[in-house]
């Protein structure tokens, strides 16, 4: 396994096609790195991270573009994110389809981890890159978060969808001139040489409606995701597969946990055990997936506050308002109307 982890042919062909336009051959820089195009052609081929940096560093230094990562994130699309792109197309607002991120990840690349943290009030979007090497590690940074704004617009068809902020732990370019292109694409305030490299929007953000969401879809793509993650080695968390299998069955019937166990071929103690250790627990995971439900049913559907709270294992309509006012400091019905108008 790579110390540097892997990037898959999809996410690479993103960086290929953004040299074309400058004129770069980059089956030279191919070559250089022992990359076959048959390779880069295959979405779900895996390149170590080694060869990914010999390809970078070659397609950086002959294109000239200071700015290489940042101008790339203009040809991003979904499948420059593997099925992890569409996924998130399907979701149902800009939070779920993140929430996606650090479980389906992998799949486009193990180049840095995703964490998503609340601070000072503002939602913070962190990607960690496990390449040191320069230039590399600048311009990936770059391209990763240009490339997460300008997808999370397209997805919810509103250009007008920027940050709060930009973190950027490195300094910035020694052309002032080139500042401009920073705020051209992030279209917010720009903070280099911070302690991480990260995004910050506002709460209200993650609320924001997506154009195509499709829940069963969504459910198709994650069960197709989890199958590509165990062919590669990778296998969901517990607390993802309780979840998924919590989701599938809670349209239905609220399943016992006794069931839930069995399906995973774990006894229940192990679960319990099991879920601690990932920190984690039936009831949280039950919990969070129910307000999820809930607010995709008062969102996207007429469903009675009754049928909702019976759909979604509650003992009656009372307790499901109880729980969803706590939860999000808003009533269901002030919820309904506030996302409706």
Request: glycine share 6%; proline share 4%.
């Amino acid at each position: 396994m790579s110390e540097l982890g892997t990037i898959s042919g999809a996410a690479l062909q993103q960086y290929l096609a953004s040299a074309r336009t400058l004129g770069v051959d980059t089956d030279s820089a191919l070559e250089a790195a022992g990359v076959t195009p048959a390779r880069v052609n295959d979405p779900d081929s895996r390149i170590p991270g080694e060869q990914l940096e010999v390809v970078l560093e070659h397609l950086i230094h002959s294109c000239g573009d200071p700015l290489f990562g940042l101008h790339t994130s203009r040809f991003v699309q979904p499948g420059s994110y593997n099925v992890m792109g569409y996924i998130a197309m399907s979701a149902s607002t800009v939070g779920e389809a993140l929430s996606r991120v650090s479980v389906y990840e992998t799949l486009v690349g193990d180049m840095g981890t995703t964490e998503t943290a609340l601070q000072d009030g503002l939602v913070e979007v962190r990607w960690n890159c496990r390449h040191q090497r320069q230039p590399v590690r600048r311009h990936l940074i770059e391209n990763v978060l240009g490339s997460w704004v300008r997808y999370t617009r397209w997805l919810a068809d509103n250009e007008a969808l920027n940050p709060e902020a930009v973190l950027l732990e490195h300094g910035p370019p020694e052309d002032e001139g080139l500042l401009e292109d920073y705020r051209q694409i992030f279209r917010c305030e720009i903070r280099f040489n911070q302690p991480c490299s990260a995004l910050l929007g506002s709460p209200a953000l993650l609320e924001h409606r997506l154009r195509q969401p499709d829940p069963q879809l969504l459910s198709t793509l994650e069960a197709h995701a989890a199958r590509k993650m165990e062919a590669l080695g990778v296998g969901s968390s517990l607390t993802q597969k309780v979840r998924d299998c919590l989701r599938n069955s809670l349209e239905e019937r609220l399943p016992r946990k006794e069931q839930v166990a069995a399906e995973l071929h774990i006894n229940t103690r192990t679960l319990h055990r099991r879920l601690r250790a990932e920190g984690s627990s039936w009831r949280e995971i039950l919990d969070d997936l129910r307000q999820e439900l809930a607010r995709e049913y008062l969102r996207d559907t007429d469903l009675s506050q009754a049928c909702i709270a019976e759909k979604l294992g509650y003992s009656d309509i009372r307790s499901f308002q109880r729980s969803f006012s706590r939860r999000h400091e808003n009533t269901p019905g002030d919820f309904r109307r506030q996302h409706r108008s």
